[in-house]
């Protein structure tokens, strides 16, 4: 139940930028509690105050999606927080997603791809981040699930905006709005909440390049 909950938190925070913060933070502790079950060494490795990136070695391709949820809730809550807290997380989050998409990269549509490559455009190169992975990284992500539009409004809303590439983020929210949402029924609602936030950073455009 924890798995389906964190989810659910993290579409929240999606859709409520006034909730995000409490949002993805109930989204990253119930991943975690789902951790702890599907992975024990995770929960003692934790415990004995490992960095996340020793712990989620102990993670197996069962708690995949877990993992992914806790690396995503804890990118979410980092952002919420400022840039301090963006680059402490930064290494956590990294190791998290990047194991993750090393066990089950098209749990929630390529989404620990699409997440990985939205955290590495928001962190500065001089952090671990940078263009040319996060390209990599979202492009992976649309490949493997192409009727996804979050994939593409996060590269536009990170990638395109950090190239300053106003071309690339006209093209990816186009595409987006164009979407019959009938394609895709079993995402529905994400793609529904994708082509809302793709008008939102159209309607900012101007202040963003």
Same mark, same amino acid.
């Given at each position: 139940a924890e798995v389906p909950l964190s989810r659910a938190e993290a579409l929240?925070?999606?859709?409520?930028?006034?909730?995000?913060?409490a949002a993805w933070l109930a989204s990253m502790r119930a991943a975690e509690r789902a951790l702890r079950r599907l992975a024990p060494g995770f929960a003692a490795a934790v415990d004995r105050g490992d960095p996340v990136a020793r712990a989620?070695? *102990?993670?197996? #391709?069962?708690?995949? *999606?877990a993992l992914y949820l806790w690396g995503q809730g804890a990118a979410g809550l980092a952002r919420q927080r400022g840039f301090g807290a963006l680059l402490a997380a930064g290494p956590s989050v990294a190791a998290a997603l990047s194991r993750a998409a090393e066990l089950d990269e098209r749990v929630d549509r390529g989404g620990p791809r699409r997440a990985l490559g939205s955290w590495l455009a928001a962190l500065p190169s001089a952090a671990?981040?940078?263009?040319?992975?996060?390209?990599? *990284?979202f492009a992976r992500a649309r490949a493997l699930a192409p009727e996804d539009l979050l994939c593409r409004v996060r590269e536009a809303e990170s990638l395109a905006v950090l190239l300053q590439d106003p071309a690339l983020f006209d093209r990816l929210l186009a595409e987006v709005l164009a979407?019959?949402?009938?394609?895709?029924?079993?995402?529905?609602?994400?793609?529904?909440?994708?082509?809302?936030?793709?008008?939102?950073?159209?309607?900012? #455009?101007?202040?963003?390049?």
């Open positions: 929240r925070a999606m859709a409520d930028p006034a909730a995000a913060e989620a070695g *102990e993670v197996g #391709r069962d708690g995949a *999606e671990g981040g940078g263009a040319g992975r996060a390209r990599r *990284e979407f019959d949402l009938r394609r895709a029924p079993e995402a529905a609602a994400e793609n529904a909440l994708a082509q809302r936030q793709a008008r939102e950073l159209l309607a900012r #455009r101007d202040r963003l390049f």
